[in-house]
Nanobody, 112 residues
Framework: QVQLVESGGGLVQPGGSLRLSCAAS??????MGWYRQAPGKQRELVAY???????NYADSVKGRFTISRDNAKNTVSLRMNSLKPEDTAVYYC????????WGQGTQVTVSS
């Protein structure tokens, strides 16, 4: 069982930046990801990073978001730059895919 706790969400103006962090209760020797869900929409994959450090991003965030991990500290982060209003959503940390473990989510609101 892995427990995930996200932090770092908040309100930011368009063009601004935020850094989300996810702390795991145990070893995270799995593929880790960030998903998001906007009101009225399905949850979607934002980015993931494998145990070897390979990354993959949704087309909508490529070039703006960066996912990273620190296996020694059992943490995963998502650096978000050039934020847009359409990035507004609840962001969830995920361990080991859709049937794995989920955090409780952190709200990101991009608005002027």
């Amino acid at each position: 069982q892995v427990q995930l706790v996200e932090s770092g969400g908040g309100l930011v103006q368009p063009g601004g930046s935020l850094r989300l962090s996810c702390a795991a209760s145990g070893s995270i020797f799995y593929t880790m990801g960030w998903y998001r869900q906007a009101p009225g929409k399905q949850r979607e994959l934002v980015a993931y990073i494998t145990t070897g450090g390979s990354t993959n991003y949704a087309d909508s965030v490529k070039g703006r978001f960066t996912i990273s991990r620190d296996n020694a500290k059992n943490t995963v982060s998502l650096r978000m730059n050039s934020l847009k209003p359409e990035d507004t959503a609840v962001y969830y940390c995920n361990c080991n895919g859709a049937y794995g473990f989920w955090g409780q989510g952190t709200q990101v609101t991009v608005s002027s």
